[in-house]
């Protein structure tokens, strides 16, 4: 994680610099995905989108290695973060409280940390402190559309 990319620039600038760029948000006809309550906002689980499509399908210690749950973590966080910006009027607004990550993996899998702490760094990396956030990462039998990993997260304006 670079110390540069958290002290310099604008946080989408920053998030550039690391290879990704915030999604356009999306709708539902069935749900929010977002929803603030107070100060709080509570985004939606995400998946590992980009461009509409699914970046990966499976379970972690089958058939999904550890490095790859890390990426689409990654991207998950990204979707939470786009989610989040919609909902406080920018990026640089965003104030992570909480995030909970569910990782599709087998029973034996233990490393659900190790793939949340991708969308972790990412965080921190992309908005500094306010980056910083307690965490879950649970294992699950399944998620929806066979995603490796989903997302969920809650945010407050910085």
């Not at 670079?2 to 002290?7: A, D, F, K, L, P």
């Not at 006809?29 to 709080?40: D, P």
Request: glycine share 10%; proline share 4%; with cysteine.
């Amino acid at each position: 994680m670079s110390e540069n990319h958290t002290r310099t620039g604008s946080a989408l600038e920053r998030i550039r610099a690391v290879g990704m760029d915030l999604p356009p948000v999306g709708t539902s006809t069935k749900y929010v995905n977002h929803r603030a309550v107070g100060e709080s906002i509570h985004v939606a689980g995400q998946l590992p989108y980009k461009d509409g499509e699914l970046l990966g399908q499976g379970v972690l210690g089958r058939n999904v290695d550890v490095e790859t749950g890390r990426e689409l973590a990654r991207h998950a966080v990204v979707n939470c973060l786009a989610e989040a910006a919609d909902a406080v009027g920018g990026l640089d607004r965003v104030r992570v409280v909480q995030m909970l990550v569910f990782v599709a993996s087998t029973p034996e899998f233990g490393q659900q940390s190790t793939v949340a702490d991708a969308a972790s760094e990412l965080l921190v990396e992309v908005l500094g402190e306010d980056g910083r956030h307690a965490r879950t990462a649970i294992g699950v039998a399944s998620l929806p559309r066979n995603s490796p990993v989903e997302i969920q997260m809650i945010c407050t304006t910085a």
